[in-house]
């Protein structure tokens, strides 16, 4: 964690340098510093060691050593305990299980998930030793029924047809039903596999056991040997470097606040560079300079470093939260000794997340200048450009310079109390450790200090509270530099002759210049009461003794239960509908959002059989999904090397080569998709191979001496956790070499402990290690084979198609979102949304969904990301796969998430105004239930706004105003469902796609305040907005149909325009500037630039999709000599469709 910005060569230290002090030429400083005799240069740094770099590159810091070293501890410790004769009399050939089965528990992850996921698999165990317990009894009896009467036992094995039949057909029940529930609940899929050994073992091994008394013994020893193993994982876990999954967050929590603090100093210096540079021009230039240039390749310009540093933190940030986002989860759950509890951790999480969205959002800046500059063509390199462009670009630069210049102080203030204000959070909620003070100080270093307060210090949050209150007495310079500039650039045009051919065109840009100076300022504003209320809820924990002393943190019932149908259950709730509890007699009607899919093919059931019938439909369902179908490819792959098992000829032949482990080699490499299967093929026979190469140097290094042979075990071992720390995407194949070390090494210090002769008694033949190793990865590389055939065969599921399907699903959420936000704008305004902390009402219903629907696409994000990789390992057969249509699908999807979160915050968090005599109980964030868990993340209520008469009045004008032009919104979610379900279908898009442009609202507003103004009696309303609506009389082209109601949904409101004003007489002047310090102008402008930041990637999507699905074009052109052409239809709506199209011929 860095708490400020590294001292890195670049945009920062150039902006730090230039906001220091004016230009100056190094060498006349050397100079003048060489003239001052005291000057004393200072000390070169001591350049660290070989090792010292060595260990840095490596990220071997002390917790990856300590991780290192506790996940290697079980395994070894099985082997080592197995060589006392009194385990290894016991447990004879199955002693190789205990270090497997330790291997697989992971005993270094944080305590939370080891517990969750060592709690599955003991239950696994535990049923998997019953169910084959039961298999085993079944079998036996099978023998019994069918041995002939008067049958001599015999001391060798005979085979038995019937035995081995019924322990087939358990043993692929058993790997179906286990596979069934590893892909419908991902937590299950460590306990699946040990699952799947247990089964695998004892159905193999059955066939050789002719009473009920020795399978007894077989399955209590197979149980008894992997609940040692799951023991040696859970004492390491909780005993060596415990590591609880709260102090996870809690370093996650330190790491953001980090990340925090450089962004606010990484976005401090590209406001710098703003105030000279252009923010409109293309981000690289040509070297001039040979000693400069590479090869040819364009330089960055210093604008474009800042803003790409910017850029990558941001992404950081946004990576740690979703990381955040999973396991703040877990630390909810955990039992432990500490002082904040779950209800603490969540109001934590959720006021840090109220920080970040806000700071995180004022990065957008740089994607605004960036769309700017691409839609009004100024992204050039100022060569062959006609004069009058340039012109009109250095005015809007020189205006956004100065808005920039006016912005660096308020920043500066901002800046400060943010990280200061973070930095008092975390050092009272002991996220980050208490500075130290230094020995030698002393008296003198408070005598120096005074009345000065450092973060971590009582009353310190009136130093943040003064600095907000600084920055907001700056607030109106901002905006009156804005009005300045916007008026000299006015007359410039009018003094060069420059008349705007449209007057509404002007106004649109300076309405949108207006908005995104009020987006700054607001988001800036925002942030500041986001760390107020983090500082004060800190306070508040210093303040009643919570962090005082620690204390035994238990998670309360509700949470253990919603924990336990969380892991089992695999399936949305829908919203109840009930009624309204804000007011008694009300009742509210819920839209079909609320309420889960609807079934095409059939309506809700009604009676009792109805209801009988759609169970009967959910098993049919249930053997028809795709989990179904996975688990059956598991079984018939792991039967398609089982089945030697259970055959006459093959049987001993199977045990003798130990061809078990090829059938585990299934169940640790079965994957659903083909990509994934490939990659973890390759994967598998290389780390085979790597275990092998280094199962010979664990041996021979030191001439088979068991002391030795185990050190050395234990280092590989500890040497292979590094890269499972490092690289997480190679977690199967490093615990394939790690499990093959175990077996190939283990086996032969077991063989030397019990003897060949006891090692042969169960079937299996003894090789030396130079022969058991090369056999053991033919082993692996034949189950690992068989699991790629079978998930290819007969029909794969390509991680094309599950990446095409999940993206599908996010802009379904998206939309879904979308609908949220615009409901929860619609309340808002109206005031009928109810209390957002009272159960059941619209808003809080809102609410719950909203995060719901938040939480799904956070998990599908990483989802798309490692389908996207894995496809890559897929075979191409036919045309090429379109990556990059996927990739532009991918990041316009997870931005357009990302500003509709901004628009959902700023709704749910409106500026307060501060004031004197404002009081801290004020200030505070109110607490929540343990249900809600949205500490902070609402005011208590609706977000309502303190106003006068002349306030409401604009509110309510500006409510009307936005209920009125709803078809913008509209579009968008229109237009987001109809790409979801085409690219989930497969099928074409419409050649005409209902696209709102950008700032349409606004543009909507000024029209109707110009025909306001020209008729304002008239009865018929235009709006030119390029022929979508026409007057009331002649309904145009096309009516906006309600899905919902079958009605035209604008129709209704077309009147409703006729006798709308806001407070300055038309309607399009709830907009006019003189309107800017009403209540709600700000959050409107914020919407404006989220959401038209939103439609330029939307139609960035639009081009994606059609380019995927095709559009439904059945236009034509016929090209003559004579350059004559005949089209069917307008050709702007042709232009695709040049690409692809069939020639023909015309007589």
Sequence with gaps: MADKAPDSPGPDQDAKTTAAQPPHDNQTAKDDLADDQSYVPAPAPKKPSMLARVVTKLGLDFPTVAMMFKASLPSIIGITMYQAPLVSGYFTTLGYLAPITSVLALAMLPRS??????????????????????????????????TPAGTEPTTHHVYNSSQSAVLGIWLFANIYVGNVVRAKSPSFNLPIIIYSIFVNVASTYGTFLSTTAQAEAFVEKLLVVMLVGLALALAINILVFPVSSRLVVFKELAGGIGLLKKTISLQKAYLVRLESDDMFAVATRTNTSPALQKEGEPRLTKEAKAAKALAETGGKMRE?????????????????????????????????????????????IIDIFKRVSERRGWDFNEEDVPEDIVAEKLREKRVWNQVMKQVH??????????????AHAGICLEILPRPTKSPTAGDADVEARGDEVKPGEPGFARFVDERVKAFHARKGELLRTWVKERELAAEEERLAGIHCSCSTERREREQSQLYVVLYMENLMHASSQAVQDLVAFADRKVEDGTMSKSRLIVPTLHRLRKWFWATLANEDSSAEQTPDLMEAGTIVYFGDGYNQKKDPEHLAPETGWQRFGERLRNISAFFGSEESAFGFRAACATMSIGILAYLEKTQVFFQEQRLV??????????????GQSFFGFVCRIGGTVLAMCTSYIIWYIVDGRKAGVIVFLWFFTFINYYFLLKFPRFIPAIIIVIVTQILIVGYELQVD??????AERTGQRYYAIYLLAPYRLACVAGGSFVAFIWTIFPTPLTDRTWLRRDMSATLYLVANYFGVINSTLQATLSG??????TPHTPANQLYHIGRKIFGKVMMLIPSMAQHAEWQRWEPTIGGKFPREAYDDIFVRSTRIMGYLTLISYTLMHPTRVPTEDTTEDEKRPQADDDDNEQAASTTPGTPNISVETSSRQWISALAEVIATLKPTNHTILSTLTLLSNALLSGQSLPPFMPLPRPYEMTRRLIALDRHHQHDRNSEHIHVHDGGSEDSEDNEGPFKLFNARTGHDDYKDTRRTMLGLAGPGGGPGNVLDPKNMEQPGYAEFAVLQVCTTLVCDDLEGLVKAVSGLVGVVDFSFRVDRESDSSLSSADEGSTGRGGKGKRKGKVD
Aim: charged share 15%.
């Design 320 to 364: 740690l939260a979703g990381k955040l986002h999973a396991d703040i989860t877990f630390a909810k759950r955990e039992v432990a000794w500490g002082k904040l509890d779950a209800k603490d951790l969540s109001h934590t999480f959720t006021l840090f997340r109220n920080v970040y969205i806000p700071i995180m959002g004022m990065t957008t």
């Design 832 to 837: 009928v949304g109810g209390d957002v902390n």
């Design 661 to 674: 482990w090829a059938m585990i080699m299934v169940a640790i490499g079965m994957t659903m998709t083909s």
């Design 409 to 422: 102080e308020p920043f500066e203030i901002l800046s400060e109390a943010i990280d200061q204000g973070l």
């Design 113 to 146: 998930k080891f517990l969750m996921n060592m709690l599955l698999s003991l239950l696994c165990v535990c049923f998997g030793a019953a169910i084959s317990l039961l298999a085993l009894w079944s079998a036996i009896q099978a023998r019994i029924h069918t």
């Design 753 to 758: 402990t019990i003897g060949e002769e006891s």
